[in-house]
Protein backbone atom coordinates (compact mmCIF):
# COMPACT_ATOMS: atom_id res chain seq x y z
CA UNK A 1 0.00 0.00 0.00
CA UNK A 2 1.29 3.27 -1.14
CA UNK A 3 1.22 6.49 1.36
CA UNK A 4 1.02 9.62 0.37
CA UNK A 5 3.86 12.88 1.06
CA UNK A 6 1.20 13.69 3.75
CA UNK A 7 0.16 10.38 5.46
CA UNK A 8 3.88 9.41 5.40
CA UNK A 9 4.49 12.77 7.50
CA UNK A 10 1.77 12.11 10.07
CA UNK A 11 2.82 8.34 10.12
CA UNK A 12 6.79 9.93 11.23
CA UNK A 13 5.36 12.11 13.99
CA UNK A 14 3.33 9.99 15.48
CA UNK A 15 6.68 7.61 16.37
CA UNK A 16 8.09 10.97 17.43
CA UNK A 17 5.25 11.06 20.36
CA UNK A 18 4.90 7.76 21.14
CA UNK A 19 8.35 6.62 21.23
CA UNK A 20 11.02 6.33 24.19
CA UNK A 21 13.91 8.26 22.66
CA UNK A 22 17.35 8.69 25.13
CA UNK A 23 18.26 12.37 23.10
CA UNK A 24 15.99 15.46 22.94
CA UNK A 25 15.48 17.25 19.68
CA UNK A 26 15.26 20.58 21.76
CA UNK A 27 16.67 22.08 24.61
CA UNK A 28 14.80 24.70 26.65
CA UNK A 29 16.97 26.79 28.67
CA UNK A 30 16.58 27.70 32.58
CA UNK A 31 18.34 29.65 35.07
CA UNK A 32 21.20 27.73 35.92
CA UNK A 33 20.99 26.11 39.63
CA UNK A 34 23.36 27.82 41.95
CA UNK A 35 26.64 25.92 43.16
CA UNK A 36 27.85 26.48 46.45
CA UNK A 37 29.25 30.41 46.69
CA UNK A 38 27.13 31.45 44.21
CA UNK A 39 28.76 30.30 40.83
CA UNK A 40 26.24 29.09 38.31
CA UNK A 41 26.75 25.68 36.14
CA UNK A 42 28.26 25.25 33.15
CA UNK A 43 26.75 26.65 30.04
CA UNK A 44 26.53 24.49 26.95
CA UNK A 45 26.38 26.45 23.59
CA UNK A 46 27.05 23.81 20.82
CA UNK A 47 30.22 22.05 21.81
CA UNK A 48 31.75 25.09 23.58
CA UNK A 49 31.35 24.70 27.50
CA UNK A 50 32.46 27.94 29.65
CA UNK A 51 32.71 27.20 33.59
CA UNK A 52 33.68 29.42 36.11
CA UNK A 53 35.63 27.66 38.85
CA UNK A 54 34.48 27.64 42.68
CA UNK A 55 37.29 28.71 44.81
CA UNK A 56 39.20 25.64 45.98
CA UNK A 57 38.58 25.18 49.74
CA UNK A 58 41.52 23.02 51.58
CA UNK A 59 40.32 19.85 52.96
CA UNK A 60 40.77 20.17 56.85
CA UNK A 61 41.43 16.96 58.62
CA UNK A 62 38.99 15.57 61.37
CA UNK A 63 39.55 16.50 64.62
CA UNK A 64 40.76 14.90 67.19
CA UNK A 65 38.29 13.59 69.78
CA UNK A 66 38.19 15.69 73.12
CA UNK A 67 36.79 15.28 76.39
CA UNK A 68 35.00 18.51 77.36
CA UNK A 69 33.75 17.34 80.77
CA UNK A 70 34.96 15.17 83.12
CA UNK A 71 38.10 14.41 85.34
CA UNK A 72 41.57 16.16 83.44
CA UNK A 73 42.98 13.84 80.69
CA UNK A 74 40.18 11.76 80.80
CA UNK A 75 39.96 9.97 77.35
CA UNK A 76 36.66 10.41 75.83
CA UNK A 77 33.79 7.60 74.90
CA UNK A 78 35.12 8.02 71.69
CA UNK A 79 38.41 6.81 72.13
CA UNK A 80 37.22 3.21 72.77
CA UNK A 81 34.01 2.68 70.94
CA UNK A 82 31.68 4.16 68.54
CA UNK A 83 28.69 2.67 69.65
CA UNK A 84 26.13 4.86 71.35
CA UNK A 85 23.77 4.68 74.14
CA UNK A 86 20.46 2.68 73.25
CA UNK A 87 18.24 5.58 73.95
CA UNK A 88 15.15 4.40 74.86
CA UNK A 89 17.12 2.10 77.74
CA UNK A 90 18.62 5.25 79.65
CA UNK A 91 17.00 7.77 81.53
CA UNK A 92 18.38 11.43 82.50
CA UNK A 93 20.53 11.81 85.30
CA UNK A 94 18.48 14.85 86.62
CA UNK A 95 21.41 16.17 88.72
CA UNK A 96 24.83 14.16 90.88
CA UNK A 97 24.33 14.19 94.67
CA UNK A 98 26.09 11.03 95.25
CA UNK A 99 29.23 8.73 94.02
CA UNK A 100 29.68 5.57 93.99
CA UNK A 101 33.04 2.77 93.31
CA UNK A 102 33.29 -0.38 92.32
CA UNK A 103 35.81 -2.85 90.76
CA UNK A 104 35.27 -4.95 87.51
CA UNK A 105 34.85 -7.81 88.94
CA UNK A 106 35.57 -10.33 86.13
CA UNK A 107 38.99 -12.07 85.36
CA UNK A 108 42.05 -10.48 87.15
CA UNK A 109 43.38 -7.69 84.60
CA UNK A 110 47.41 -7.33 84.39
CA UNK A 111 47.94 -5.25 81.11
CA UNK A 112 48.43 -1.82 80.88
CA UNK A 113 48.49 -1.60 76.49
CA UNK A 114 45.58 0.36 75.15
CA UNK A 115 44.49 -2.14 72.59
CA UNK A 116 43.91 -4.54 75.21
CA UNK A 117 42.14 -2.10 77.76
CA UNK A 118 39.96 -0.49 75.06
CA UNK A 119 38.77 -4.26 74.11
CA UNK A 120 38.00 -5.07 77.74
CA UNK A 121 35.88 -1.99 77.41
CA UNK A 122 34.14 -2.82 74.63
CA UNK A 123 33.77 -6.41 76.20
CA UNK A 124 31.61 -5.05 79.20
CA UNK A 125 30.01 -2.93 77.28
CA UNK A 126 28.12 -5.86 74.94
CA UNK A 127 27.68 -7.74 78.18
CA UNK A 128 25.79 -4.79 79.81
CA UNK A 129 23.86 -4.08 76.49
CA UNK A 130 23.48 -7.39 74.95
CA UNK A 131 23.19 -10.14 78.05
CA UNK A 132 21.63 -8.07 80.68
CA UNK A 133 19.72 -5.94 77.86
CA UNK A 134 20.62 -2.52 79.61
CA UNK A 135 21.16 0.47 77.67
CA UNK A 136 24.28 1.06 77.81
CA UNK A 137 27.86 0.57 80.06
CA UNK A 138 26.97 0.64 83.50
CA UNK A 139 29.31 2.83 84.88
CA UNK A 140 29.84 6.44 83.87
CA UNK A 141 34.00 6.49 84.54
CA UNK A 142 36.54 3.48 84.54
CA UNK A 143 39.85 3.25 85.73
CA UNK A 144 42.50 1.02 84.01
CA UNK A 145 45.20 -0.62 85.26
CA UNK A 146 47.86 1.87 84.07
CA UNK A 147 45.64 4.68 85.53
CA UNK A 148 44.14 6.02 82.65
CA UNK A 149 40.77 7.54 83.16
CA UNK A 150 37.73 7.11 80.62
CA UNK A 151 34.51 7.69 79.70
CA UNK A 152 31.77 5.36 80.08
CA UNK A 153 28.14 5.98 80.10
CA UNK A 154 27.67 9.75 79.70
CA UNK A 155 27.16 11.20 83.11
CA UNK A 156 23.65 12.95 81.44
CA UNK A 157 22.41 9.42 81.91
CA UNK A 158 21.53 7.64 84.79
CA UNK A 159 23.80 4.98 85.37
CA UNK A 160 23.18 0.97 86.12
CA UNK A 161 25.56 -0.14 88.82
CA UNK A 162 23.74 -0.18 92.13
CA UNK A 163 20.58 -1.99 91.69
CA UNK A 164 17.57 0.61 92.44
CA UNK A 165 20.09 3.65 93.65
CA UNK A 166 21.41 5.16 90.09
CA UNK A 167 19.73 8.16 89.94
CA UNK A 168 21.65 10.70 91.11
CA UNK A 169 24.26 7.80 91.68
CA UNK A 170 27.71 8.75 89.58
CA UNK A 171 29.45 4.94 88.97
CA UNK A 172 33.16 4.99 89.04
CA UNK A 173 34.52 1.81 88.16
CA UNK A 174 38.17 0.32 88.71
CA UNK A 175 39.19 -2.58 85.38
CA UNK A 176 40.20 -5.93 87.57
CA UNK A 177 38.47 -8.42 90.49
CA UNK A 178 40.12 -6.90 93.50
CA UNK A 179 38.53 -10.37 95.67
CA UNK A 180 42.09 -11.70 93.52
CA UNK A 181 44.63 -9.12 92.95
CA UNK A 182 45.34 -5.76 94.22
CA UNK A 183 44.71 -2.33 92.37
CA UNK A 184 47.41 -0.89 91.07
CA UNK A 185 49.06 2.11 92.21
CA UNK A 186 48.38 4.12 89.34
CA UNK A 187 44.62 3.26 89.53
CA UNK A 188 44.17 4.15 93.63
CA UNK A 189 46.22 7.60 92.34
CA UNK A 190 43.65 8.16 89.50
CA UNK A 191 40.74 7.50 91.37
CA UNK A 192 41.32 9.71 94.26
CA UNK A 193 41.97 12.62 91.61
CA UNK A 194 38.98 11.35 90.21
CA UNK A 195 36.66 11.25 93.11
CA UNK A 196 38.05 14.90 94.29
CA UNK A 197 37.00 16.29 91.00
CA UNK A 198 33.59 14.72 90.88
CA UNK A 199 32.65 15.86 94.96
CA UNK A 200 33.95 19.69 93.63
CA UNK A 201 32.28 19.37 90.44
CA UNK A 202 28.73 18.23 91.81
CA UNK A 203 29.65 19.52 95.40
CA UNK A 204 29.39 16.00 96.73
CA UNK A 205 30.58 15.73 100.80
CA UNK A 206 32.45 12.95 101.53
CA UNK A 207 30.06 11.33 103.62
CA UNK A 208 28.05 10.73 100.15
CA UNK A 209 30.88 8.56 98.61
CA UNK A 210 30.13 5.04 98.55
CA UNK A 211 31.73 1.78 97.78
CA UNK A 212 29.05 -0.50 96.51
CA UNK A 213 28.81 -2.93 99.82
CA UNK A 214 27.76 0.06 101.39
CA UNK A 215 24.42 0.43 99.31
CA UNK A 216 23.65 -2.99 98.49
CA UNK A 217 24.35 -6.83 99.18
CA UNK A 218 27.47 -7.39 97.04
CA UNK A 219 30.98 -7.86 97.68
CA UNK A 220 31.99 -5.31 95.41
CA UNK A 221 34.75 -3.64 95.21
CA UNK A 222 36.74 -6.68 96.35
CA UNK A 223 38.35 -7.13 99.61
CA UNK A 224 41.50 -5.32 98.41
CA UNK A 225 40.17 -2.32 97.66
CA UNK A 226 37.21 -1.79 100.47
CA UNK A 227 39.79 -0.85 102.77
CA UNK A 228 41.71 1.51 100.87
CA UNK A 229 38.56 3.55 100.10
CA UNK A 230 37.57 3.43 103.78
CA UNK A 231 41.40 4.88 103.74
CA UNK A 232 41.03 7.81 101.52
CA UNK A 233 37.73 8.75 103.72
CA UNK A 234 38.97 9.05 107.01
CA UNK A 235 42.70 10.47 106.11
CA UNK A 236 41.02 13.41 104.40
CA UNK A 237 42.55 12.72 101.20
CA UNK A 238 39.24 13.61 99.41
CA UNK A 239 38.40 16.48 101.50
Known amino acids: MKLTRRELLLTSLGLLVTGCTQTPTSLNRRPGTPWPNGVSQPIRTGTDTRTVAAPRTPIQPAPTPIATAGPPGMRPRSWWTRSGPIRSKVNP ?18 FTDEASTRARMEQVRNIHTRDRRWGDIGYHYVIDRAGRVIEGRSVAYQGAH ?9 GVMLLGNFEKQSPSQAQLTSLQSTLRHLMAKYRVPVKRVYTHRELGPTICPGRNLQPRIASLRSSGALA
Open 93 to 110: MMGVNRITIHHEGHTPVW
Open 162 to 170: VSNQNPHNV
